[in-house]
């Protein structure tokens, strides 16, 4: 088992940030891949943004975030970001990181794609 430890959640009004911290001991290679996931309530876990195994990690973002979410890797501290500007109300959600190895392309979106999560951490946007 891979752990995974979300943290950096919270409440913040509209146009705010956030920036979502996973802490994933046990992966240090760029073989895993790692995506962020929120969930709703009433709704599906959707893939929000992600960094594919390769060198280097190429990123994808689900087009509601795109421009306004960030994600990056720390290797060295075994940590994964997701840097959230200008939230709107429909970002709320809970958040979950995941990963796995050998997740190529796009399908770094895709929960299917992931054997390993976290329990995931609360943002609220709200006036």
């Known amino acids: 088992q891979v752990p995974l430890v979300e943290s950096g959640g919270g409440l913040v009004q509209p146009g705010g940030s956030l920036r979502l911290s996973c802490a994933a001991s046990g992966f240090t290679s760029d073989y895993y891949a790692i995506g962020w996931f929120r969930q709703a309530p009433g709704k599906e876990r959707e893939g929000v943004a992600c960094i594919s195994s390769s060198s280097g990690g190429t990123t994808y973002y689900t087009d509601t975030v795109k421009g306004r979410f960030t994600i990056s890797r720390d290797n060295a501290q075994s940590t994964v970001f997701l840097q959230m500007n200008d939230l709107k109300p429909e970002d709320t959600a809970l958040y979950y990181c995941?990963?796995?190895?050998?997740?190529?392309?796009?399908?770094?979106?895709?929960?299917?794609?992931?054997?390993?999560w976290g329990r995931g951490t609360q943002v609220t946007v709200s006036s």
């Open positions: 995941a990963t796995n190895s050998w997740v190529y392309g796009e399908r770094c979106l895709k929960r299917e794609s992931y054997g390993y």
